[in-house]
């Protein structure tokens, strides 16, 4: 590091004493007992439906022991990739104390039942992001991304607090649960004010436009810390809005709006993704528009589809930045860049509309979703059209021969619906005792018109016509900078020895 608080070190990394060594391995031992411990929950929630409580203090439901199951699993990861990772790292074991405060801290935020327990674990889960994301010691970008994500943490866990505290005086309930029992005699306006406060939360969180800005500044972060990021912390969005979807879908305009806001995000996230130079930050690019997948689906009534799409966007995303550092490859300029769009002859277009427009109908043949004139088209349609887009990027990126790409690329991805809507159908189960588990949406124009407006904003990314614009090329790349203060310019900046 530039900056001479850093400690420094030539020839070969030191060595951890024994002490410190230990910790790393304790903990990592501890966080992949307690996934075991939680796969057992699971079983006993399964078999016996248990009513698991602290009246008042938490609520162990379906919600709880889903995301409970997938933090512990995803902590594990991270633990055991981060030993090696950070050997030699002087600050090893504050590291690991770190991410096993954040793994607890975000159990207790999914079993939290009290409001001042759940708002309490809700900025604490903000504030030790914001130290992972600062962790290496005397880096200036790395202390202002932190300092940049702890505004937008304590933000969203100021509207989070506003929210529980409308809710409490209006109903005089100090729980969850009885906050959502009385949600009926809400007035309009007191549920337009907390189902806005908790769906603005939910964008801080899942870094969507226009909060994606802490996010991308976010790169100072060890890896394992940013895949624990992508992997859990931004999901905590979708949490909130299934924790609380009784709230949110009093007002179907709320309902309307979480529909466009998660559109626009996911259109946003892939044009934000085509300017960016670097592998982590198109990640967090990716990451911005998934989430907005997620919204979408929340936003449609369909919370358990937002559940299934966050926790298999977590295993992708996690798997992504763990394996980062071997996606990086020394090239030559080339006169058109890798992200340019577009499709490769007509066996590519034949494949990938017959993989998206199949694929969908999978989906909905085995949920169900699609066959009524519900919201469940719309699920059903974007459903199509991510498979679209996954369908096309493998048909033009892999490397095998035509005949062999063409053939695989259904293969692998029939497959894929088939356990996505798996997972949509238990998760479905699992969260059958929670107050709001689906609430169909009923189609209405400004459905027709967010759908037409996605699908000619897609076709128009597809085709490569948003790269003939500069002016379009310049707006993006300046809305997806990060914070000036977190910007690299030396590379002795990121030499840490």
Same mark, same amino acid.
């Given at each position: 590091?530039?900056?001479?608080?850093?400690?420094?070190?030539?020839?070969?990394?030191?060595?951890?004493?024994?002490?410190?060594?230990?910790?790393?391995?304790?903990?990592?031992?501890?966080?992949?007992?307690?996934?075991?411990?939680?796969?057992?929950? /699971?079983?006993?929630?399964?078999?016996?439906?248990?009513?698991?409580?602290?009246?008042?203090?938490?609520?162990?439901?379906?919600?709880?022991?889903?995301?409970?199951?997938?933090?512990?699993?995803?902590?594990?990861?991270?633990?055991?990739?981060?030993?090696?990772?950070?050997?030699?790292?002087?600050?090893?074991?504050?590291?690991?104390?770190?991410?096993?405060?954040?793994?607890?801290?975000?159990?207790?935020?999914?079993?939290?039942?009290?409001?001042?327990?759940?708002?309490?674990?809700?900025?604490?889960?903000?504030?030790?992001?914001?130290?992972?994301?600062?962790?290496?010691?005397?880096?200036?970008?790395?202390?202002?991304?932190?300092?940049?994500?702890?505004?937008?943490?304590?933000?969203?866990?100021?509207?989070?607090?506003?929210?529980?505290?409308?809710?409490?005086?209006?109903?005089?309930?100090?729980?969850?649960?009885?906050?959502?029992?009385?949600?009926?005699?809400?007035?309009?306006?007191?549920?337009?004010?907390?189902?806005?406060?908790?769906?603005?939360? &939910?964008?801080?969180?899942?870094?969507?436009?226009?909060?994606?800005?802490?996010?991308?500044?976010?790169?100072?972060?060890?890896?394992?810390?940013?895949?624990?990021?992508?992997? *859990?912390?931004?999901?905590?969005?979708?949490?909130?809005?299934?924790?609380?979807?009784?709230?949110?879908?009093?007002?179907?305009?709320?309902?309307?709006?979480?529909?466009?806001?998660? &559109?626009?995000?996911?259109?946003?996230?892939?044009?934000?993704?085509?300017?960016?130079?670097?592998?982590?930050?198109?990640?967090?690019?990716?990451?911005?528009?998934?989430?907005?997948?997620?919204?979408?689906?929340?936003?449609?009534?369909?919370?358990?589809?937002?559940?299934?799409?966050?926790?298999?966007?977590?295993?992708?995303?996690?798997?992504?930045?763990?394996?980062?550092? *071997?996606?990086?490859?020394?090239?030559?300029?080339?006169?058109?860049?890798?992200?340019?769009?577009?499709?490769?002859?007509?066996?590519?277009?034949? /494949?990938?509309? #017959?993989?998206?427009?199949?694929?969908?109908?999978?989906?909905? /043949?085995?949920?169900?979703?699609?066959?009524?004139?519900? *919201?469940?088209?719309?699920?059903?349609?974007?459903?199509?059209?991510? =498979?679209?887009?996954?369908?096309?990027?493998?048909?033009?990126?892999?490397?095998?021969?035509?005949?062999?790409?063409?053939?695989?690329?259904?293969?692998?991805?029939?497959?894929?619906?088939?356990?996505?809507?798996?997972?949509?159908? #238990?998760?479905?189960?699992?969260? &059958?005792?929670?107050?709001?588990?689906?609430?169909?949406?009923?189609?209405?124009?400004?459905?027709?018109?967010?759908?037409?407006?996605?699908?000619?904003?897609?076709?128009?990314?597809?085709?490569?016509?948003?790269?003939?614009?500069?002016?379009?090329?310049?707006?993006?790349?300046?809305?997806?900078?990060?914070?000036?203060?977190?910007?690299? =310019?030396?590379?002795?900046?990121?030499?840490?020895?």
């Amino acid at each position: 590091m530039t900056d001479g608080t850093q400690r420094r070190s030539v020839g070969s990394l030191p060595e951890p004493n024994a002490a410190s060594s230990r910790v790393p391995a304790a903990l990592t031992r501890f966080v992949w007992a307690m996934w075991l411990g939680t796969l057992a929950v /699971v079983a006993g929630f399964v078999r016996t439906d248990p009513a698991w409580a602290v009246d008042g203090l938490v609520a162990i439901d379906g919600l709880t022991v889903v995301m409970w199951s997938v933090v512990t699993f995803f902590s594990g990861i991270v633990h055991s990739y981060s030993r090696r990772y950070l050997d030699g790292n002087p600050n090893k074991t504050q590291f690991f104390v770190r991410i096993f405060a954040f793994t607890i801290v975000v159990m207790v935020v999914v079993a939290a039942d009290h409001i001042a327990l759940f708002a309490a674990a809700w900025l604490a889960m903000g504030l030790l992001m914001a130290e992972l994301i600062g962790h290496v010691d005397g880096w200036p970008q790395a202390r202002a991304a932190a300092r940049s994500a702890r505004r937008y943490f304590v933000g969203g866990s100021l509207l989070v607090a506003f929210s529980l505290t409308l809710l409490w005086s209006a109903t005089g309930a100090t729980s969850v649960t009885g906050i959502l029992d009385a949600v009926g005699g809400l007035s309009t306006t007191t549920a337009l004010l907390a189902a806005g406060g908790l769906v603005v939360a &939910a964008m801080i969180q899942s870094a969507l436009i226009p909060f994606h800005t802490w996010v991308l500044s976010s790169m100072t972060a060890p890896t394992p810390a940013s895949a624990l990021m992508h992997a *859990g912390f931004v999901n905590a969005g979708g949490v909130l809005l299934v924790r609380f979807a009784p709230v949110v879908t009093v007002e179907p305009t709320v309902m309307l709006a979480i529909v466009a806001i998660g &559109a626009a995000s996911a259109l946003g996230g892939k044009l934000l993704k085509s300017v960016q130079p670097d592998i982590k930050g198109q990640l967090g690019c990716s990451t911005v528009g998934q989430m907005g997948f997620m919204l979408m689906q929340a936003g449609l009534g369909f919370f358990p589809a937002a559940i299934a799409h966050l926790i298999l966007h977590g295993f992708y995303k996690a798997y992504q930045f763990l394996s980062s550092g *071997g996606a990086v490859e020394h090239t030559t300029p080339q006169s058109v860049s890798d992200h340019t769009v577009g499709f490769n002859g007509v066996g590519s277009i034949i /494949v990938t509309l #017959a993989t998206g427009l199949l694929g969908g109908a999978l989906f909905a /043949v085995l949920t169900g979703k699609g066959t009524l004139a519900n *919201g469940g088209i719309l699920l059903t349609f974007f459903v199509t059209f991510a =498979t679209l887009h996954a369908a096309r990027s493998a048909v033009k990126h892999t490397t095998l021969p035509a005949t062999l790409r063409y053939g695989a690329v259904p293969l692998v991805f029939f497959p894929a619906i088939i356990v996505y809507g798996a997972a949509y159908e #238990a998760i479905s189960f699992l969260l &059958a005792d929670l107050p709001v588990v689906t609430a169909t949406t009923e189609l209405t124009l400004l459905h027709g018109a967010i759908a037409v407006v996605f699908v000619g904003t897609y076709l128009a990314i597809e085709t490569g016509v948003h790269e003939e614009s500069g002016r379009l090329y310049v707006a993006l790349l300046n809305l997806s900078q990060p914070v000036a203060d977190t910007l690299l =310019t030396t590379t002795e900046d990121y030499n840490e020895y």
